[in-house]
């Protein structure tokens, strides 16, 4: 799919420099390090309960880290106050969940508005956008459907529209393709790809390997140590 919409490039890469998460003494999984570049999409792969999710939580500031520390733009970022965190989801970070966070009464003009609250535009300026963020995701013209009228792929086409006129530095996904069929799992990832050659940093959480052989780099939560100190780690599950 072409890309026709400005994207916000990354400032340097998103890095991870030894991190563990830690709950109730078991280690999900640690001394991690690694660093997300601009441009790229990043996979963070691994078994159902190696901590997926929750890794893509911690890299979107959404759940403290138990160790290590991240760094972004030269700053380090996993310890700010919420306010300044705060300041980084209006600027810096995107978000996709697998349950898409539209509000599911409302149009899908009035779901994507929200993304340009604080950006101080005409209303004029403000319809195009939106306008033009439809016609990328080819759902041109919908702006008055309600959300709850739209199937599961049509939603993440609507969330993905909010993230492009949001316009993240940093996206992070968590399981883009829960719930679509093959098709729509595509169209998604490819749109993943436009923010990714626009300079974002893209990384996404999954189990599917259509979408983790169409990243750039893994994560591999197989090769993350875990398990209770001084005993053996966990079974698989
Ligand atoms: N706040 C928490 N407190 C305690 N345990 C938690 C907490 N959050 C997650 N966990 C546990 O951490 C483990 C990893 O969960 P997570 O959802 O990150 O894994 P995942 O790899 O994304 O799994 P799946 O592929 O099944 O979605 C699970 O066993 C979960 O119960």
Same mark, same amino acid.
């Given at each position: 799919m072409s890309s026709t919409l400005p994207l916000d490039s990354a400032r340097g890469p998103l890095n991870a420099d030894g991190i563990g998460k830690n709950f109730d003494g078991y280690?999900?999984?640690?001394d991690l390090s690694f660093s997300l570049p601009p441009g790229t999409m990043t996979a963070i792969t691994g078994q159902s309960g190696a901590g997926k999710t929750t890794l893509a939580n911690c890299l979107g500031l959404l759940e403290p880290l138990s160790t290590g520390r991240l760094t972004y733009d030269d700053r380090r970022i996993d310890s700010l106050p919420r306010r300044a965190i705060a300041q980084l989801y209006r600027t810096t970070f995107g978000f996709m969940f697998q349950n898409f966070a539209?509000? =599911?009464?409302?149009?899908i003009k009035k779901n994507l508005a929200v993304a340009l609250e604080?950006?101080?535009?005409?209303g004029s300026t403000r319809r195009q956008r939106i306008s033009d963020a439809l016609h990328e995701v080819g759902?041109?013209?919908? =702006?008055?459907?309600?959300?709850?009228?739209?199937s599961g792929g049509e939603q993440q086409r609507v969330a993905f529209a909010r993230l492009i006129l949001h316009r993240p530095q940093i996206v992070v996904v968590d =399981?883009?393709?829960?719930?679509?069929d093959e098709t729509n799992s595509a169209t998604i990832i490819a749109m993943l790809r436009t923010l990714a050659d626009g300079g974002a940093i893209v990384v996404i959480s999954t189990h599917d390997t259509s979408v983790s052989s169409a990243c750039d780099q893994l994560v591999d939560l197989a090769d993350a140590a875990h398990g209770?100190?001084?005993?053996s780690p966990a079974p698989a599950l």
């Open positions: 280690w999900l999984w640690e539209l509000v =599911e009464q409302w149009t604080n950006k101080n535009l005409r759902l041109g013209g919908r =702006e008055q459907d309600p959300i709850h009228m739209l =399981e883009p393709s829960a719930s679509l209770t100190e001084g005993s």
